[in-house]
């Protein structure tokens, strides 16, 4: 299968909508370890471009700079240093990189005094494995951007499952599976049981891709895997968020929320909960992806095996939720009289939970 050059034509809607997506999570990644008691951090971009498309749109290089500029009086507040990795393999993009990079360094002095940018141009098989000993170490952010099939092996995933405070986002050609799964090529890489993949809709063949990487995760692990599909002109692909700390899980769900309230799960509604707004004359009212989960999370408030405020912020977040949404409920079911508590909110938020450890105990008053 040939490698697609995403650089010679202006960056379509879904990659803009990836670069969102990543710039977005740096954003939110960024002042959790400026202002945490490390004092270096790293970025990989393995994947990383020219630094702009033809039309001069920003790349994820541009992307990072910028947002570590925004954050600049707190980086030397706290002395912290951000080292960063910026990969590209073809000596033509590696070039404009490099150029691209230095031209924005030049006009924003204060950001090149605050960053240590180490370039590359290799091959990610050979320079992933000299990474990993830094990986592991130090606070990491990790931008895996695979074109094609080659780079989406367990491995990646399962080696980075090994580090302790590393985030990821993995975007992932995700529709060639879906045309080219039986092959075996694409088995020697991802062995997908193709039959059973195809018993759902194209539209979610990302999720099944996340789906059996999960599946490779060592049981006791605590990664946590979430998915967002995104939709462009030539088929579905997607990124895959990993990370151990239910901070960043709760960061991460904040931001593909963000970019899209009606599911955060994709860039398009992938669930058609849109047509769910309206009361259908054969089926009855259909419940939107929001709904479907404050109707899980009332019967099990209400039948007492969620009981306190930790319990159901954990729960939210597994089921790929934001906080709001789960806190928005339990204050419904004490405005119905259902369930009791004595705090004035619910104090359903990580702050509330893991910062200050306040856990509060619902009290049922009407059962289901």
């Not at 009212?285 to 099990?300: H, M, V, Y």
């Not at 079911?333 to 702050?351: A, F, Q, V």
Request: proline fraction near 4%; aromatic fraction near 14%.
């Amino acid at each position: 299968m040939p490698v697609v050059d995403l650089h010679d034509k202006p960056f379509d809607e879904g990659t803009i909508a990836k670069l969102e997506l990543f710039e977005e999570y740096a954003k939110k990644w960024l002042p959790t370890f400026i202002m945490s008691p490390y004092k270096k951090v790293w970025i990989f971009d393995f994947f990383a471009g020219m630094g702009y498309d033809i039309a001069g749109t920003p790349g994820s290089p541009i992307r990072l700079l910028r947002q570590i500029k925004s954050h600049i009086g707190n980086i030397f507040q706290h002395n912290i240093r951000i080292n960063i990795c910026f990969n590209e393999l073809n000596e033509i993009k590696y070039k404009e990189l490099v150029e691209s990079c230095n031209r924005y360094l030049d006009e924003n002095t204060d950001v090149k005094r605050a960053i240590n940018i180490q370039y590359r141009k290799c091959d990610f098989q050979e320079l992933f494995p000299k990474c990993l000993s830094t990986i592991r170490k130090f606070p990491s952010l990790v931008y895996l951007d695979q074109n094609g099939i080659k780079f989406i092996a367990d491995y990646y995933i399962l080696e980075l499952e090994k580090t302790k405070t590393t985030d990821f986002l993995y975007y992932i050609s995700s529709s060639y599976f879906w045309r080219f799964g039986d092959t075996t090529s694409f088995k020697n890489v991802i062995d997908l049981d193709m039959v059973k993949v195809k018993q759902n809709p194209y539209k979610y063949i990302h999720v099944a891709i996340l789906n059996h990487l999960k599946s490779k995760l060592p049981k006791n692990s605590e990664l946590s895997l979430y998915p967002f599909t995104i939709k462009k002109p030539s088929g579905m692909y997607g990124v895959i968020f990993g990370a151990k700390h239910i901070r960043a899980v709760d960061k991460f769900l904040k931001t593909v929320w963000n970019l899209n309230e009606l599911n955060g799960a994709a860039n398009f509604d992938i669930d058609d909960d849109n047509s769910k707004l309206q009361l259908d004359l054969f089926e009855g009212k259909r419940l939107t992806k929001i709904e479907s989960f404050n109707n899980l999370l009332r019967r099990k408030v209400l039948s007492g095996e969620l009981k306190t405020n930790k319990e159901i912020y954990n729960f939210a977040l597994t089921e790929g939720h934001i906080c709001t949404h789960a806190s928005d409920e339990v204050k419904r079911m004490k405005k119905e009289d259902l369930i009791d508590y004595l705090e004035k909110s619910p104090l359903i938020n990580y702050e509330q939970v893991y910062k200050n450890k306040r856990i509060i105990q619902f009290k049922i008053k009407a059962n289901l």
